[in-house]
């Protein structure tokens, strides 16, 4: 075939060529697709592919090592029941302690969270959980959990954070804003905004952990409404849950929690919790120190089927 040489003739074998080339391109796209079917079916089907079953064994050697845990899992999990556990002192009790069973010990800690982890638990938020239960959203590989921490401790920072830390864990902060100084074993702000950006959600138990069943309409707005402004100011963070300081509630402090915008609270009954509960009294299980990681495993599985706590709680 000639050369084209007038203008006509180079603008038609140009046009060819564009179309020789998208043909080219369409046929190596569908290549691809087979490609990637292929390797889904063999990923599903074995030939040497990780099954489910080969990621939780790898998972929990990892966890028993203490190595950090990469989820990549992208298929949305359905909605369900989940813990949550209650953490408050990360240190071993001192002689003479008031409350010795608020303490877990460092090491303790650490061993409850890989005998979780090998069981196959993975640590998410309330916001997390609350996001899957009623927008199906998905959340991490795992049986989700929610590790709360109460009254803003500093060895929470020290111990419990860098633990979670190497499994790709998160936890959440239920902050008191008064009574805990950074001088009196209390967390820091800089310690606080350093969780925040690993992923922590921090909740709050109000402004000082008064009791709340009692209290006149003025100081539950206190409490409730004017502590969520200021750790919202603070921290820029939403706040949607609250703690009952050593779980007493009732409907009028329900009411407060509804009029000051938060979407639910935890409660001190043990259980899981589900998202047909009533989101203002979710049940929490708090961890002692005399559990040993196995039996801490064999605690919250044998609370699963319990139902929840009433809806009015004053106990």
Same mark, same amino acid.
């Given at each position: 075939?000639? #050369? =084209?040489?007038? =203008?006509?003739?180079?603008?038609?074998?140009?046009? *060819?060529?564009?179309?020789?080339? +998208?043909?080219?391109?369409?046929?190596?796209?569908?290549?691809?697709?087979?490609?990637?079917?292929?390797?889904?079916?063999?990923?599903?089907? !074995?030939?040497?592919?990780?099954?489910? /079953?080969?990621?939780?064994?790898?998972? /929990?050697?990892?966890?028993? +090592?203490?190595?950090?845990?990469?989820? @990549?899992?992208?298929? %949305?999990?359905?909605? #369900?029941?989940? %813990? $949550?556990?209650?953490?408050?002192?990360?240190?071993?009790?001192?002689?003479?302690? %008031?409350?010795?069973?608020?303490?877990?010990?460092?090491?303790?800690?650490?061993?409850?969270?890989?005998?979780?982890?090998?069981?196959?638990?993975?640590?998410?938020?309330?916001?997390?959980?609350?996001?899957?239960?009623?927008? @199906?959203?998905?959340?991490?590989?795992?049986?989700?959990?929610?590790?709360?921490? &109460?009254?803003?401790? #500093?060895?929470?920072?020290?111990?419990?954070?860098?633990?979670?830390? *190497?499994? !790709?864990?998160?936890?959440?902060?239920?902050?008191?804003?008064?009574?805990?100084?950074?001088?009196?074993?209390?967390?820091?702000? @800089? #310690?606080? *905004?350093?969780?925040? *950006? &690993?992923?922590?959600?921090?909740?709050?138990?109000?402004?000082?952990?008064? !009791?709340?069943?009692?209290?006149?309409?003025?100081?539950?707005?206190?409490?409730?409404?004017?502590?969520?402004?200021? $750790?919202?100011?603070?921290? @820029?963070?939403?706040?949607?849950?609250?703690?009952?300081?050593? !779980?007493?509630? &009732?409907?009028?402090?329900?009411?407060?929690?509804?009029?000051?915008?938060?979407?639910?609270?935890?409660?001190?009954?043990?259980?899981?919790?589900? =998202?047909?509960?009533? %989101?203002?009294?979710?049940? +929490?299980?708090?961890?002692?120190?005399?559990?040993?990681?196995?039996?801490?495993?064999? &605690?919250?599985?044998?609370?699963?089927?319990?139902? =929840?706590?009433?809806?009015?709680?004053?106990?």
């Amino acid at each position: 075939m000639s #050369e =084209p040489t007038t =203008p006509q003739q180079i603008r038609r074998a140009a046009r *060819r060529r564009a179309e020789r080339r +998208r043909r080219r391109l369409a046929g190596l796209a569908v290549v691809c697709v087979a490609a990637a079917v292929a390797a889904a079916v063999a990923g599903l089907g !074995g030939g040497g592919a990780k099954t489910p /079953a080969r990621s939780k064994a790898k998972a /929990a050697t990892l966890a028993r +090592r203490g190595a950090t845990i990469v989820d @990549h899992c992208l298929a %949305p999990y359905s909605v #369900e029941r989940a %813990p $949550i556990l209650e953490y408050h002192v990360i240190w071993q009790a001192p002689a003479g302690a %008031p409350y010795p069973l608020l303490y877990v010990p460092p090491s303790l800690f650490a061993a409850q969270m890989r005998a979780l982890a090998a069981a196959g638990y993975h640590a998410v938020t309330l916001d997390q959980l609350w996001a899957n239960w009623h927008q @199906h959203k998905r959340l991490p590989c795992g049986k989700p959990i929610v590790l709360s921490f &109460d009254n803003g401790y #500093e060895t929470q920072f020290q111990y419990a954070a860098p633990v979670l830390k *190497r499994l !790709g864990w998160v936890g959440v902060e239920n902050l008191q804003l008064t009574g805990l100084s950074w001088a009196n074993g209390g967390i820091s702000h @800089h #310690e606080l *905004r350093e969780l925040i *950006r &690993d992923g922590w959600e921090l909740d709050t138990q109000g402004y000082d952990h008064t !009791g709340m069943v009692g209290l006149d309409a003025s100081a539950l707005r206190f409490q409730t409404a004017t502590t969520r402004r200021k $750790i919202q100011r603070t921290f @820029h963070v939403p706040v949607n849950w609250f703690c009952y300081p050593s !779980g007493e509630y &009732d409907p009028t402090v329900i009411a407060a929690l509804q009029a000051a915008g938060f979407r639910g609270s935890t409660t001190e009954y043990w259980g899981w919790a589900g =998202p047909n509960d009533n %989101p203002y009294a979710l049940p +929490r299980m708090e961890v002692h120190p005399t559990q040993s990681p196995s039996a801490l495993v064999a &605690d919250i599985a044998s609370m699963r089927d319990d139902p =929840p706590p009433p809806d009015s709680g004053s106990h």
